[in-house]
């Protein structure tokens, strides 16, 4: 299957992705870093699958979310009828579920189900045994509870069923983790969960303030953050998966389960755009714990909770989604220096406190212990940006951000009046900038660059105009909006950076990335040139799915999207481009 053959379903603590055909071959329980989970994605049916699907040959395929929902139906047409799967998770109490109904619409289908239960990353085979009309599958911490009221039975190391339906007929199948200590979870009732399910979804949506040309992508792509949030937390996870790849048969494949805090200016902003100033309230304290410590400590990602230790494995029984291999859990880059995060960290802040979040003396504390540790910090080189495993470099992009750390303490002296050293504060802002313009942009090529010294150009660099560093009409950022439309510009779409393995230490090859297409559509908007704007807008949301889902990258040639998904922060920059693009919408400046 392909990635964009999938659509999500969650409950906002957990997700899976139901495939065209009709099989669920990811899945994490109780949380998106658990190792109780099918890996099939990664590792084909034998590592875990859930298939549910007509047991004859299917002539035509359908499928849609209900509304504004996470309730999935998938529509299979075959010779002798048609039928219907619903796929949902209800937004749970303790234990999370899963719910398919298989309904019978005409004709007669013959249906087959197969369920490949496989803990711990497709490694663990649990023990299934039938007990009081329930499959029951546990092995070491994790239990799975499977009711149905068809007959299952054992075949292999696998559950199967057979079962026909016929129109108007429905037949329920529940699958729910809970911990092998605990007692079984009591019974639902799935038809009237698939109801309730529709309603939580609708009455979350209905809170969407933007009426704008593209409300349907913005409003899926709001129902798709609320998705990857942890809800218990307000942490929002960049994908629900990892090791899906950005190159297919490449190495690099990462896990996104993760919170970065790169995101958070951006998705705090496009969350108060719509209208969501809970969720934008609960993100930016889930930041102000996560971060909560001394800055020298702070990392660039966490766990949904906030965990900080997340150590990268290799699971090296598991051959990769179409061959890519590694297939990684965890991520080292968390152990990186990425000094733009800081410059994230305290404009997030900045947006908080500029839409009227509430704010407190912890936080500004915070940020000024952030601002004391970037001025000893600033000139070191770093990671940047995108991470690369190479060696450190003083990336253009991560000074700007610097720069953006000390703008945003200055003005909130200057705006909101809270104590702050901010004559310093100024004379270094002023020192970043000059430091940046002298070195990091080249005069022969007209453009700033990747990093001092370098002539390579970097797509980071179009959220120059966006964070307020230089105004849109600088000869320098247009110089070098032109740059990235003539070098990195790729059948349409933005490419990162020419990847080279001397920049991040690893082989060339990955697809456009569609956060960076978006950003320089926002920064056309902000030139006038919104016609061209506009195009480019939409032939990103072209690349979308059939359900509106996006993944981090995509490749133009073969057609088909590439990398972890649905990546949360092509979403968000979907959101804040609509924004930007619609009439008498939110202006692009963030500052």
């Not at 053959?5 to 957990?14: E, H, K």
């Not at 949380?31 to 084909?44: I, K, P, Q, T």
């Not at 104590?419 to 940046?436: K, M």
């Not at 990398?563 to 202006?587: I, K, R």
Request: glycine share 8%; aromatic share 10%; hydrophobic share 40%.
């Amino acid at each position: 299957m392909k990635i964009e053959d999938y659509g999500l379903i969650s409950d906002t603590q957990t997700a899976a992705l139901v495939s065209t055909e009709g099989s669920i071959d990811w899945l994490c329980f109780p949380r998106f870093d658990s190792g109780a989970c099918f890996a099939a994605l990664l590792g084909g049916p034998e590592h875990g699958r859930w298939s549910l699907r007509p047991a004859g040959a299917i002539t035509s395929t359908r499928r849609s979310y209900r509304g504004d929902t996470l309730v999935l139906d998938t529509e299979f047409t075959t010779a002798t009828g048609r039928v219907r799967v619903t796929d949902c998770m209800p937004v749970r109490g303790r234990y999370p579920d899963i719910v398919r109904v298989v309904e019978g619409l005409d004709g007669e289908v013959d249906m087959h189900m197969q369920l490949v239960i496989r803990f711990d990353y497709g490694s663990v085979i649990p023990w299934v045994r039938s007990r009081d009309h329930r499959l029951v599958a546990i092995a070491g911490p994790d239990a799975l509870q499977l009711r149905t009221p068809v007959t299952t039975v054992g075949h292999g190391l696998t559950t199967v069923a057979d079962f026909t339906v016929r129109p108007g007929e429905k037949v329920p199948f529940v699958l729910t983790w809970y911990s092998s200590v605990d007692d079984p979870p009591a019974e639902i009732d799935a038809f009237d969960v698939v109801e309730d399910t529709m309603t939580w979804w609708e009455r979350w949506i209905a809170g969407c303030t933007y009426e704008g040309p593209w409300a349907a992508p913005v409003r899926r792509s709001l129902l798709t953050l609320k998705a990857l949030t942890y809800a218990p937390t307000g942490g929002i996870v960049a994908a629900a998966t990892t090791s899906l790849p950005e190159r297919i048969g490449g190495v690099r494949n990462w896990d996104y389960r993760y919170c970065w805090l790169r995101d958070a200016s951006f998705t705090l902003f496009a969350l108060m755009s719509a209208g969501f100033a809970t969720e934008a309230t609960a993100w930016r304290d889930w930041l102000l714990r996560a971060v909560a410590g001394s800055p020298w400590q702070l990392q660039i990602m966490y766990g949904p909770a906030g965990e900080r230790r997340l150590p990268e494995l290799v699971l090296d029984w598991l051959p990769g989604y179409e061959g890519s291999a590694p297939v990684r859990i965890g991520n080292a880059a968390s152990r990186q220096f990425q000094l733009d995060v800081y410059g994230e960290v305290m404009d997030s802040m900045h947006q908080a406190r500029r839409i009227g979040l509430s704010d407190d003396d912890e936080s500004w504390n915070l940020q000024r212990a952030i601002v004391d540790f970037v001025a000893e910090t600033w000139t070191r080189p770093d990671e940047g940006i995108w991470e690369v495993r190479g060696p450190r470099r003083h990336f253009t992009h991560s000074k700007v951000m610097a720069w953006v750390a000390f703008d945003r303490a200055v003005r909130a002296v200057e705006e909101h009046g809270l104590p702050g050293d901010v004559e310093r504060w100024r004379e270094v802002r002023d020192e970043i900038h000059a430091d940046v313009c002298a070195k990091g942009f080249d005069a022969a090529i007209g453009s700033f660059t990747q990093s001092y010294g370098s002539d390579a150009l970097d797509a980071s660099l179009l959220v120059l105009p966006l964070v307020g560093f230089l105004p849109i009409d600088d000869v320098r950022v247009r110089g070098t909006i032109e740059a990235v439309q003539k070098g990195l510009v790729r059948d349409g779409f933005v490419r990162r950076y020419v990847e080279e393995p001397s920049v991040d230490g690893l082989p060339e090859g990955e697809g456009v990335f569609l956060p960076c297409s978006f950003w320089l559509a926002d920064d056309l908007a902000l030139l006038g040139r919104v016609d061209e704007a506009t195009e480019l807008f939409e032939r990103c949301l072209g690349v979308a799915n059939d359900l509106g889902l996006l993944s981090e990258e995509y490749d133009p040639v073969a057609g088909r999207l590439l990398g972890n998904f649905p990546q949360a922060f092509s979403h968000v920059a979907l959101v804040n481009s609509a924004f930007n693009l619609t009439p008498d919408g939110v202006s692009g400046r963030r500052w």
